[in-house]
């Protein structure tokens, strides 16, 4: 997806674990050589995860875009070639504060993310609804149509819905804790399991912390 210096021809076949090691290192030096020389525009790594492997892509602004495995991860990526940038590249040390609070938060150690976000995915309404979404509470939930009135617009319950099912960030923009108005799931980008997987360790962990 991007121009960049010439490399040493790469080994063909089934990598061993030297050349493993040694495609690695070449990935880290052309990403490094990129990032130094302001050539890379969206660095991805992929994070496995208990809901399956998430590719996570940032641009210098912030977190752009986490995507279930479901999505397809190279699809992901040639939309966010066309869409932002062709200047892409598996440079995850851009993206290691996003792993690690992941990390913290699937582990149960962190109910909110402190990371710098970047909504060049999102526009108008969809956007707003997004950036209400972190006001519904670790372990809470809130319906379509509690989130259409609490933006304002209480008529536009479909449109929260598009917002949610549209969200470029999920986890870290927790679409997941919105349900339908009879309490049940609801649609969601990685999956019902996934979503009902979120939920469970929310309330687990939740019932764990102690009452303050």
Request: with cysteine; hydrophobic share 45%.
């Amino acid at each position: 997806m991007m121009n960049t210096e010439p490399t040493p021809p790469l080994p063909t076949g089934p990598a061993g674990p030297l050349e493993t090691a040694t495609l690695a290192l070449l990935q880290g030096r052309l990403a490094a050589n990129a990032a130094s020389s302001g050539l890379l525009d969206v660095a991805y790594r992929v994070l496995d995860t208990a809901v399956g492997p998430l590719l996570l892509a940032a641009t210098e602004r912030g977190l752009l875009r986490i995507a279930f495995g479901v999505e397809d991860h190279d699809a992901v990526l040639q939309f966010l070639a066309g869409k932002i940038s062709p200047r892409i590249l598996r440079a995850p040390a851009r993206l290691d504060a996003v792993a690690r609070e992941l990390d913290e938060y699937l582990a149960g150690k962190r109910t909110a993310f402190d990371l710098p976000l970047d909504h060049a995915l999102s526009a108008g309404y969809r956007l707003e609804v997004q950036e209400y979404l972190p006001r519904i509470g670790y372990g809470q939930t809130a319906s379509y149509g509690q989130i259409a009135a609490a933006t304002g617009r209480p008529k536009a319950v479909r449109a929260v819905g598009t917002a949610c099912a549209t969200n470029p960030l999920p986890l870290v923009v927790p679409c997941h804790r919105v349900l339908r108005s009879d309490g049940s799931m609801g649609g969601y980008l990685g999956g019902t399991e996934a979503k009902a997987a979120l939920l469970s360790l929310e309330r687990l962990h939740l019932a764990k912390r102690p009452r303050s």
